[in-house]
Protein backbone atom coordinates (compact mmCIF):
# COMPACT_ATOMS: atom_id res chain seq x y z
CA UNK A 1 0.00 0.00 0.00
CA UNK A 2 3.01 2.08 -0.18
CA UNK A 3 2.26 5.83 -1.56
CA UNK A 4 -1.67 4.77 -2.00
CA UNK A 5 -4.26 7.44 -0.60
CA UNK A 6 -6.10 4.90 2.10
CA UNK A 7 -9.84 6.14 2.47
CA UNK A 8 -11.09 7.44 5.37
CA UNK A 9 -12.08 4.60 8.70
CA UNK A 10 -8.89 2.05 7.34
CA UNK A 11 -6.01 1.27 8.95
CA UNK A 12 -2.38 1.32 7.72
CA UNK A 13 -0.95 -0.04 10.75
CA UNK A 14 -0.70 -4.46 11.69
CA UNK A 15 -1.99 -4.10 15.34
CA UNK A 16 -4.36 -6.80 14.41
CA UNK A 17 -2.11 -9.71 13.56
CA UNK A 18 -3.34 -12.00 10.80
CA UNK A 19 -5.02 -9.18 8.61
CA UNK A 20 -3.59 -7.54 5.68
CA UNK A 21 -1.61 -3.80 6.40
CA UNK A 22 -4.63 -1.89 5.30
CA UNK A 23 -7.82 -3.06 6.32
CA UNK A 24 -11.56 -0.77 6.94
CA UNK A 25 -11.00 -0.25 10.47
CA UNK A 26 -14.76 -1.71 11.03
CA UNK A 27 -13.74 -5.49 9.74
CA UNK A 28 -10.59 -5.16 11.83
CA UNK A 29 -11.91 -7.95 14.04
CA UNK A 30 -14.65 -9.17 12.32
CA UNK A 31 -11.74 -11.05 9.96
CA UNK A 32 -8.90 -13.49 10.41
CA UNK A 33 -7.19 -14.05 8.01
CA UNK A 34 -4.01 -16.70 8.44
CA UNK A 35 -0.55 -16.47 7.22
CA UNK A 36 2.70 -17.52 7.84
CA UNK A 37 4.57 -17.65 11.42
CA UNK A 38 3.72 -19.96 14.43
CA UNK A 39 1.84 -17.55 16.16
CA UNK A 40 -0.62 -18.88 18.92
CA UNK A 41 -3.99 -17.81 20.71
CA UNK A 42 -1.78 -17.76 24.27
CA UNK A 43 0.55 -15.54 22.70
CA UNK A 44 -2.23 -13.07 21.70
CA UNK A 45 -1.45 -14.16 18.31
CA UNK A 46 -4.04 -16.22 14.98
CA UNK A 47 -2.68 -19.42 14.52
CA UNK A 48 -0.41 -19.90 11.33
CA UNK A 49 -2.24 -21.39 7.74
CA UNK A 50 0.06 -24.51 8.30
CA UNK A 51 -1.26 -25.04 11.63
CA UNK A 52 -5.31 -24.57 11.00
CA UNK A 53 -5.06 -26.64 7.82
CA UNK A 54 -2.99 -29.36 9.95
CA UNK A 55 0.34 -29.18 7.47
CA UNK A 56 2.59 -31.98 8.45
CA UNK A 57 5.49 -31.15 11.04
CA UNK A 58 7.81 -33.15 9.15
CA UNK A 59 8.56 -31.77 5.12
CA UNK A 60 6.22 -34.08 2.96
CA UNK A 61 7.15 -33.62 -0.54
CA UNK A 62 3.97 -35.88 -1.28
CA UNK A 63 1.43 -34.44 1.04
CA UNK A 64 -1.42 -31.91 -0.36
CA UNK A 65 -4.62 -30.58 1.57
CA UNK A 66 -7.47 -32.98 0.45
CA UNK A 67 -10.07 -30.29 -0.12
CA UNK A 68 -7.84 -27.06 -0.43
CA UNK A 69 -6.80 -24.57 1.61
CA UNK A 70 -8.47 -22.85 4.87
CA UNK A 71 -7.13 -18.87 4.68
CA UNK A 72 -9.63 -17.19 6.81
CA UNK A 73 -12.45 -17.05 9.17
CA UNK A 74 -15.14 -14.38 10.74
CA UNK A 75 -16.47 -14.53 13.71
CA UNK A 76 -19.98 -16.17 13.08
CA UNK A 77 -18.51 -19.48 11.52
CA UNK A 78 -17.78 -17.94 7.94
CA UNK A 79 -14.99 -19.98 6.13
CA UNK A 80 -13.01 -18.43 3.46
CA UNK A 81 -11.30 -21.43 1.57
CA UNK A 82 -9.25 -21.72 -1.21
CA UNK A 83 -9.79 -24.46 -3.52
CA UNK A 84 -7.90 -27.47 -4.15
CA UNK A 85 -6.97 -29.46 -7.72
CA UNK A 86 -10.43 -31.36 -7.48
CA UNK A 87 -13.12 -29.31 -5.98
CA UNK A 88 -15.94 -30.95 -6.87
CA UNK A 89 -14.37 -34.50 -5.50
CA UNK A 90 -14.16 -32.08 -2.31
CA UNK A 91 -18.03 -30.83 -2.69
CA UNK A 92 -17.28 -27.41 -3.32
CA UNK A 93 -17.78 -25.19 -5.91
CA UNK A 94 -15.79 -23.22 -8.54
CA UNK A 95 -12.59 -23.78 -10.48
CA UNK A 96 -9.60 -25.53 -8.92
CA UNK A 97 -7.39 -22.97 -7.27
CA UNK A 98 -10.49 -20.28 -6.94
CA UNK A 99 -12.28 -18.70 -3.55
CA UNK A 100 -15.00 -20.50 -1.82
CA UNK A 101 -17.09 -19.07 1.12
CA UNK A 102 -18.97 -21.62 3.52
CA UNK A 103 -21.69 -19.27 4.69
CA UNK A 104 -22.96 -19.73 8.24
CA UNK A 105 -26.50 -18.64 7.56
CA UNK A 106 -27.11 -20.85 4.86
CA UNK A 107 -24.55 -24.08 5.08
CA UNK A 108 -23.29 -24.03 1.94
CA UNK A 109 -19.93 -23.52 0.18
CA UNK A 110 -20.59 -20.43 -2.33
CA UNK A 111 -17.95 -19.90 -5.50
CA UNK A 112 -16.60 -16.49 -5.42
CA UNK A 113 -15.71 -15.77 -8.60
CA UNK A 114 -11.69 -14.98 -7.43
CA UNK A 115 -8.15 -16.49 -6.91
CA UNK A 116 -6.25 -15.51 -3.69
CA UNK A 117 -4.69 -12.39 -4.56
CA UNK A 118 -8.27 -11.20 -5.84
CA UNK A 119 -9.61 -11.96 -2.79
CA UNK A 120 -6.96 -10.43 -0.63
CA UNK A 121 -7.49 -7.15 -2.72
CA UNK A 122 -11.26 -7.39 -2.51
CA UNK A 123 -10.56 -7.34 1.48
CA UNK A 124 -8.77 -4.11 1.20
CA UNK A 125 -11.95 -2.54 -0.93
CA UNK A 126 -14.28 -1.67 1.69
CA UNK A 127 -16.67 -3.50 -0.39
CA UNK A 128 -17.71 -6.52 2.48
CA UNK A 129 -20.86 -4.78 3.79
CA UNK A 130 -22.83 -5.98 0.64
CA UNK A 131 -21.10 -9.21 0.89
CA UNK A 132 -22.60 -9.46 4.83
CA UNK A 133 -25.77 -8.71 4.35
CA UNK A 134 -28.09 -10.39 6.71
CA UNK A 135 -25.21 -11.76 9.03
CA UNK A 136 -24.48 -8.18 10.35
CA UNK A 137 -26.23 -6.48 13.47
CA UNK A 138 -26.44 -3.02 15.59
CA UNK A 139 -23.56 -3.00 17.75
CA UNK A 140 -21.68 -6.02 15.99
CA UNK A 141 -18.09 -3.92 15.80
CA UNK A 142 -18.34 -3.38 19.72
CA UNK A 143 -19.44 -6.55 20.21
CA UNK A 144 -16.39 -7.29 17.91
CA UNK A 145 -14.13 -5.98 19.12
CA UNK A 146 -14.37 -7.08 22.96
CA UNK A 147 -13.47 -11.41 21.42
CA UNK A 148 -10.25 -12.74 22.13
CA UNK A 149 -8.74 -14.66 19.18
CA UNK A 150 -9.18 -17.61 20.91
CA UNK A 151 -13.07 -16.58 20.21
CA UNK A 152 -16.26 -16.45 17.99
CA UNK A 153 -19.74 -15.04 18.49
CA UNK A 154 -22.20 -17.68 18.93
CA UNK A 155 -25.90 -16.36 18.01
CA UNK A 156 -29.02 -17.80 18.40
CA UNK A 157 -31.81 -18.49 16.87
CA UNK A 158 -28.67 -19.82 14.59
CA UNK A 159 -27.98 -18.00 11.48
CA UNK A 160 -29.34 -20.14 9.08
CA UNK A 161 -32.83 -19.78 11.14
CA UNK A 162 -36.16 -18.42 9.78
CA UNK A 163 -35.56 -16.43 12.76
CA UNK A 164 -32.27 -14.70 12.75
CA UNK A 165 -33.06 -14.16 8.87
CA UNK A 166 -36.02 -12.59 9.73
CA UNK A 167 -34.51 -9.91 12.45
CA UNK A 168 -31.05 -10.82 13.57
CA UNK A 169 -31.00 -7.75 15.70
CA UNK A 170 -33.46 -10.10 18.18
CA UNK A 171 -31.06 -12.65 18.57
CA UNK A 172 -28.78 -13.50 21.61
CA UNK A 173 -24.92 -13.32 21.08
CA UNK A 174 -22.19 -14.09 23.11
CA UNK A 175 -18.70 -14.82 22.74
CA UNK A 176 -17.65 -18.74 22.93
CA UNK A 177 -14.76 -20.34 21.81
CA UNK A 178 -14.11 -20.59 18.09
CA UNK A 179 -14.13 -23.86 18.03
CA UNK A 180 -17.66 -24.61 18.94
CA UNK A 181 -18.62 -21.93 16.05
CA UNK A 182 -17.19 -23.72 13.42
CA UNK A 183 -18.24 -27.18 14.68
CA UNK A 184 -21.99 -25.99 15.30
CA UNK A 185 -21.88 -24.80 11.48
CA UNK A 186 -20.79 -28.24 10.64
CA UNK A 187 -22.44 -30.20 12.15
CA UNK A 188 -25.85 -28.57 11.22
CA UNK A 189 -24.20 -28.30 7.35
CA UNK A 190 -24.21 -32.31 7.81
CA UNK A 191 -27.50 -32.44 9.12
CA UNK A 192 -29.79 -29.40 6.65
CA UNK A 193 -27.11 -29.14 3.86
CA UNK A 194 -27.21 -30.76 0.76
CA UNK A 195 -24.01 -32.05 1.85
CA UNK A 196 -21.09 -32.53 4.39
CA UNK A 197 -19.07 -29.32 4.28
CA UNK A 198 -15.87 -31.15 5.52
CA UNK A 199 -12.93 -29.24 7.11
CA UNK A 200 -13.61 -25.72 8.34
CA UNK A 201 -10.23 -25.51 9.67
CA UNK A 202 -8.27 -26.38 12.77
CA UNK A 203 -8.31 -23.94 15.24
CA UNK A 204 -6.89 -26.02 18.36
CA UNK A 205 -8.23 -24.34 20.89
CA UNK A 206 -8.26 -25.92 24.35
CA UNK A 207 -12.64 -26.40 25.05
CA UNK A 208 -13.38 -24.06 27.49
CA UNK A 209 -16.48 -26.02 29.18
CA UNK A 210 -18.57 -22.74 31.26
CA UNK A 211 -18.49 -21.03 27.47
CA UNK A 212 -20.35 -24.40 25.87
CA UNK A 213 -23.37 -23.42 23.34
CA UNK A 214 -26.66 -25.44 25.02
CA UNK A 215 -28.21 -24.14 22.58
CA UNK A 216 -31.41 -26.38 21.68
CA UNK A 217 -31.54 -27.37 17.69
CA UNK A 218 -33.21 -24.54 15.28
CA UNK A 219 -35.26 -25.39 12.65
CA UNK A 220 -33.30 -24.67 9.67
CA UNK A 221 -34.35 -21.73 7.01
CA UNK A 222 -34.02 -21.01 3.87
CA UNK A 223 -30.90 -19.66 2.02
CA UNK A 224 -30.61 -16.47 0.93
CA UNK A 225 -30.16 -15.80 -3.17
CA UNK A 226 -29.01 -12.44 -2.67
CA UNK A 227 -25.87 -12.36 -1.40
CA UNK A 228 -23.76 -9.68 -2.23
CA UNK A 229 -20.98 -11.11 -4.90
CA UNK A 230 -17.61 -9.58 -4.79
CA UNK A 231 -16.50 -7.90 -8.11
Do not use: K
Request: contains cysteine; aromatic residues 10%; glycine residues 14%.
Amino acid sequence: MRGAVLPAGWRADRSSRGLPAAVPAADVRWLRVFGGGSGSVADGRLPSLAQVNRFPTDFDPGWQPATGLVVGHDIVGGVFGLNGGDPAAAGRPGDPGRMTYFAPDTLEWEAMEMGHSGWVSWLLSGRMETFYDGMRWPGRREEAAALHFEHGVSVYPFLWSEEAHADLAATSRRPVPMREVLGVAADFGRQTGSSDPGFLGDVRLAPLSALVCQAPAAEAGQGRSARGRPG
